[in-house]
T-cell receptor
Framework: RKEVEQDPGPFNVPEGATVAFNCTYS??????FFWYRQDCRKEPKLLMS???SGNEDGRFTAQLNRASQYISLLIRDSKLSDSATYLC?????????????FGSGTRLSIRP | DTGVSQDPRHKITKRGQNVTFRCDPI?????LYWYRQTLGQGPEFLTY????????KSRLLSDRFSAERPKGSFSTLEIQRTEQGDSAMYLC??????????????FGPGTRLTVT
């Protein structure tokens, strides 16, 4: 089993729809979680950190489920500009940077 | 622009040649990371520095790879005797170390290496 797994997609949804995807992790000691978005042939850009209590930033909501070891990202009222690959990042703790694991990404395509 | 910068953006080299990439982190960040990314995969950790100290190296980093951050500011990543399998995007990121700063990593635009 991979340490961090994401459904590669692609998720193809109409503009205005709500879409959600998950990222599962195997290390129960993981402490920090992030979502990044990456456009084609560009660098990853930080989208949001994922806190234990969950957090929301505009149309984006991130949640953490420690019991089931997954994080989720929900996008409401999707825009064409949301089309990108979404990468989750799992960090077990800050004492070991080599354990920073990126998922392979979930491709999202928003159609008009 | 106060973000992370990388140079060059693209590099085409012949197998067997040496290449060197540079990364300039966000100035107030003391942590600097190097990653490698191939098509369809997420970035893979290579190494990281806290200030000038190289604290960790991935097993992915063979002895042909070396990284430095001599003054705790910019960093260089050198690949000696390049192989076709080295073709990838090399990404640099920087972050704070949590003391008065954030752990969130910010990436540079990357250097795309093609080995022919």
């Amino acid at each position: 089993r991979k340490e961090v797994e994401q459904d590669p997609g692609p998720f193809n949804v109409p503009e205005g729809a709500t879409v959600a995807f998950n990222c599962t992790y195997s290390n129960s000691a993981s402490q920090s979680f992030f979502w990044y978005r990456q456009d084609c042939r560009k660098e990853p850009k930080l989208l949001m950190s994922v806190y234990s209590s969950g957090n929301e930033d505009g149309r984006f909501t991130a949640q953490l489920n420690r019991a089931s070891q997954y994080i989720s990202l929900l996008i409401r009222d999707s825009k064409l500009s949301d089309s990108a690959t979404y990468l989750c990042v799992v960090i077990p703790g800050y004492s070991s940077a080599s354990k920073i694991i990126f998922g392979s990404g979930t491709r999202l395509s928003i159609r008009p | 622009d106060t973000g992370v910068s990388q140079d060059p953006r693209h590099k085409i080299t012949k197998r067997g040649q040496n290449v060197t990439f540079r990364c300039d982190p966000i100035s107030e960040h003391n942590r600097l990371y190097w990653y490698r990314q191939t098509l369809g995969q997420g970035p893979e950790f290579l190494t990281y520095f806290q200030n000038e100290a190289q604290l960790e190296k991935s097993r992915l980093l063979s002895d042909r790879f070396s990284a430095e951050r001599p003054k705790g500011s910019f960093s260089t990543l050198e690949i000696q005797r390049t192989e076709q399998g080295d073709s990838a995007m090399y990404l640099c990121a920087s972050s704070g170390d949590g003391t008065g700063g954030s752990y969130e990593q910010y990436f540079g635009p990357g250097t795309r290496l093609t080995v022919t």
